[in-house]
């Protein structure tokens, strides 16, 4: 009896574990043959096709399954392509099992990133500037606007459904400015002007909800905006160890508690790059 209720309470824990990690990821149409899967780790952009599945971004490794199996709720077809908006793992993770079954795709900046840090899965191929797949009458585009999260940011743009997907250029909450791979705060707003030059209505952000125009526009108001904060307390004598504490406003959300973990995560190198513009 005993053994029997020991294995019974380890099928439901079994089952309890297996509901929670079914249940961590979810897909959500965003328009007509684009859908995002959302849930820990950055978001995924699923572009289906009548010759196969795009994706862009795979999460983390141990999310490689799950994406198959939302990816084929929605498409009979393999997925042909990944490109990853840049090299950090909860957006590249799965890159060692999706190279087994298809090519990935990022900046060059985002496999050197991979190289430099002994990642796993970095991609075959690589583009500079610009480059695009062509699958199934889809077009999409993959765009380097300059520095901003890393040195290894792809924009990818959806033409036909005038979407934008920003990786973590884009973040539903707060940036991380991730020097040690080439971030900058300036580069960030530069990168923010050159993606509004594209046309769009909606964009798929690395972490959170859909955004629309005016929400990456703000996005972008926000950073200049941080950045002035910044300038004003320094050219007020603020100290680098100070940085942390002072930069905390209402006014912004970024800096705020609920959101100050991804701001404060990028001091102090923001101190030292606003404070080397400033001088
Ligand atoms: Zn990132």
Redesign the pocket.
Known sequence: MRLSGVLVCAALVAATVADAAAQELTIRPVKDGLYTIFGPG?NVGVRVTSEGVILVDDKFPQNYEEIQRLVARVSDLPVRYVIN????G??AGSNPSFLAVAEVIAHRNARDNMIRGNQDGPPRLVFTDQTSVFLGGVEVQAHYMGTG??NGDAVIYYPDLRTVQG??LLHGTAP?I?YANGGSSAGWVQTMNNVLQLDFDTAIP?HGDIMTRDHVVAFRNQMEAVRAHMAGLIRGGLQRGQAAQRIVTSDLSWTTAENGLFMQRSIPGFYDEIAAEVR
């Open positions: 950055g908006t840049h090299h950090h909860d957006h999260h890393t990786g973590d991380f991730d690395g």
